[in-house]
């Protein structure tokens, strides 16, 4: 590989003794997979640098599916995650891994993945927005395209007040149904958009992008959602109970 790389860590470890092993998210490369040798020696300067929300810049050279890296610089510092944020991201990472294939370029993906990163950093309020959009870029991207502003069933255009029924592979269908795969044209609007004003639009956009992931991951959880049920409880026992 010739030339220097933009990238995020996400995923790493120990190889050997003294070697790590990284799954890496790069601007133009997609994810790929590389042995940093040395990294987990004392004297390593790499520590540091080859964390996740660290952005790097990185060199790597190899013919096979897992490379050598060769080279290794840290832009900045890591981007700072703490408490339900770093569950968050650490969720971002785990889908990125598991549903992107090796060594296919997505470089405006890269760019959805540095802009939410940033938003859950800069979090003041719910981390959920960000992590919509961020699903919604990826099915985007993954070639899982979805009109939701049109009825699949006529091709008029949605109506705020109806409800429509989610069919996979065809779209949204007009339905007096209501179930789990039921939604307003309201929060179709909002999906379209990918601005979700209030907890309806957000709870919505959750139930949907689960439903359309669920192919992309099959049958088996993700380990960053069952760290952070384990961080709730956790959580709320330190809650000191209000005092009246």
Same mark, same amino acid.
């Given at each position: 590989m010739?030339?220097w790389?933009?990238?995020?860590?996400?995923?790493?470890?120990?190889?050997?003794?003294?070697?790590?092993?990284l799954?890496?998210?790069t601007?133009?490369?997609g994810r790929?997979r590389?042995i940093s040798?040395?990294?987990? +020696?004392?004297? +390593?300067h790499?520590k540091?640098?080859?964390q996740?929300?660290?952005?790097?810049l990185?060199?790597?050279?190899?013919?096979g599916e897992?490379?050598?890296l060769?080279?290794?610089?840290?832009v900045?510092?890591?981007?700072?995650?703490?408490g339900t944020?770093?569950?968050c991201?650490l969720y971002?990472?785990?889908?990125?891994?598991?549903?992107l294939?090796?060594e296919?370029?997505?470089?405006?993906?890269?760019?959805?993945?540095l802009h939410?990163?940033?938003?859950?950093a800069?979090?003041?309020?719910?981390?959920?927005?960000?992590?919509?959009?961020f699903?919604?870029?990826?099915l985007?991207?993954?070639?899982y395209?979805?009109?939701?502003?049109?009825c699949?069933?006529?091709?008029?255009?949605?109506?705020?007040?109806?409800t429509y +029924?989610?069919r996979?592979?065809k779209?949204?269908?007009?339905?007096?149904?209501?179930?789990?795969?039921?939604f307003?044209?309201?929060?179709?609007?909002?999906?379209a958009?990918?601005?979700?004003?209030?907890?309806?639009?957000?709870?919505?956009a959750?139930?949907?992008?689960?439903?359309?992931?669920?192919?992309w991951?099959?049958?088996?959880?993700?380990?960053?959602?069952?760290?952070?049920?384990?961080?709730?409880?956790?959580?709320?026992a330190?809650?000191?109970?209000?005092?009246?």
């Amino acid at each position: 590989m010739e030339g220097w790389q933009r990238a995020f860590v996400l995923h790493g470890r120990p190889w050997s003794e003294t070697s790590l092993m990284l799954d890496l998210f790069t601007e133009n490369h997609g994810r790929v997979r590389v042995i940093s040798k040395g990294a987990r +020696s004392k004297r +390593s300067h790499l520590k540091g640098a080859l964390q996740p929300f660290t952005p790097l810049l990185v060199r790597w050279g190899g013919r096979g599916e897992v490379k050598t890296l060769r080279n290794v610089e840290a832009v900045s510092l890591a981007l700072p995650l703490s408490g339900t944020t770093l569950y968050c991201g650490l969720y971002v990472n785990e889908l990125v891994a598991r549903v992107l294939e090796h060594e296919t370029p997505f470089p405006e993906l890269f760019f959805d993945y540095l802009h939410c990163i940033q938003s859950l950093a800069q979090a003041n309020g719910s981390p959920e927005p960000a992590l919509r959009q961020f699903e919604l870029a990826l099915l985007g991207h993954l070639g899982y395209g979805v009109d939701f502003l049109h009825c699949a069933g006529t091709g008029e255009e949605i109506e705020d007040g109806m409800t429509y +029924s989610y069919r996979e592979e065809k779209g949204f269908i007009a339905s007096l149904v209501i179930n789990q795969r039921s939604f307003t044209g309201r929060q179709l609007r909002a999906l379209a958009e990918r601005d979700f004003p209030d907890g309806d639009t957000l709870r919505a956009a959750k139930r949907f992008t689960r439903m359309a992931l669920k192919p992309w991951l099959g049958g088996k959880p993700l380990k960053s959602q069952e760290l952070f049920r384990q961080f709730i409880p956790k959580k709320r026992a330190e809650t000191p109970d209000r005092q009246e």
